[in-house]
């Protein structure tokens, strides 16, 4: 920083991952509900969480805030705590930005840049019949922890105890290791809700899936799991769902992290899911800016 731009320095034989995100006050955020750290955190593991669904590495990111006159100082630097911490740990230099006064909403936006070696990224568009569908970790805790603060008497939580929705871990390493085996043929992160990510993939690749409930693993919040409707269509997981090709091993856990097949790719464009109950449709109910009202 300091210059008109950054100088980035590419690695012979890899190529650049760009990935820009916002976060918004009243949209992403509540500034009576989330500490200024995790937004901070928040607003980078979007970012990193994309670099993760490609199996790249990040490099660098670019943070472009929109303040309000009136914010104290304290939050600005208790945001940049929080994104910094997460850049140092997942090894991404901050390398510029830009600031700017804002009439009421804090805006920020961040963009990542990381790399993978040419030709290896994987793509959300390579999901073949017959492959299986896979996820890492537990879904539905972020959500579920959202719906908590939605709820009257429990507006702020302890971040603590909370930390998939206050400090979620963007799976870089385990997006590496996917690349590294080569056990994906497409990927993608949950940050818009498992039935609108994975369709995402079917929308991309052409195809239908068929998820299986009971497979699908739930998050635990204040001791109990959390209901199967967060784990379906709730946001903001930022685990990684990807397919694999049926005869591909995939090891049950990866960098430490739980990975549970959750269903296969069909043949056509529908998504379904199948229990002891029959078959039904899944329409896509996560987040999606924009959507009808």
């Not at 896979?134 to 972020?142: A, D, I, R």
């Not at 719906?147 to 799976?171: E, G, I, V």
Request: one cysteine or more; glycine letters at 10%.
């Amino acid at each position: 920083m300091g210059d008109d731009c950054a100088l980035l320095q590419v690695p012979a034989g890899r190529e650049l991952l760009v990935t820009t995100d916002f976060s918004l006050e009243s949209v992403h955020f509540r500034r009576d509900w989330h500490p200024a750290r995790s937004v901070g955190h928040r607003c980078l593991a979007r970012g990193l969480s994309d670099i993760a669904a490609m199996g790249g590495e990040p490099l660098a990111c670019f943070l472009s805030l929109a303040l309000p006159k009136q914010l104290p100082q304290k939050w600005i630097d208790d945001f940049m705590r929080g994104l910094l911490r997460l850049a140092r740990q997942s090894e991404t230099t901050l390398a510029g930005g830009d600031t700017a006064q804002s009439p009421d909403p804090i805006a920020a936006d961040i963009v990542v840049v990381g790399t993978v070696p040419a030709g290896q990224a994987i793509l959300r568009s390579g999901a073949r019949p017959g492959d299986s569908i896979y996820v890492t970790g537990e879904l539905g805790g972020s959500a579920a922890t959202l719906d908590l603060m939605n709820s009257k008497k429990k507006r702020r939580l302890s971040p603590k105890a909370y930390q998939r929705h206050f400090f979620p871990r963007p799976r870089i390493l385990i997006g590496r290791m996917v690349r590294e085996k080569g056990l994906a043929s497409a990927m993608i992160d949950l940050s818009d809700g498992l039935s609108t990510d994975l369709t995402h993939i079917c929308e991309e690749s052409g195809i239908g899936a068929e998820l299986w409930p009971a497979a699908i693993p739930r998050a635990r919040i204040d001791n109990k799991q959390v209901g199967f409707r967060f784990a379906l269509h709730g946001g903001e997981d930022y685990e990684l769902l990807f397919t694999a090709p049926s005869g591909r091993q995939v090891p049950e856990r990866l960098g430490g992290v739980r990975v549970t097949k959750i269903g296969v790719v069909t043949r056509g464009k529908q998504v379904y899911l199948k229990d002891t109950l029959g078959k039904r449709g899944l329409e896509p109910e996560g987040w999606e800016h924009f959507r009808p009202s």
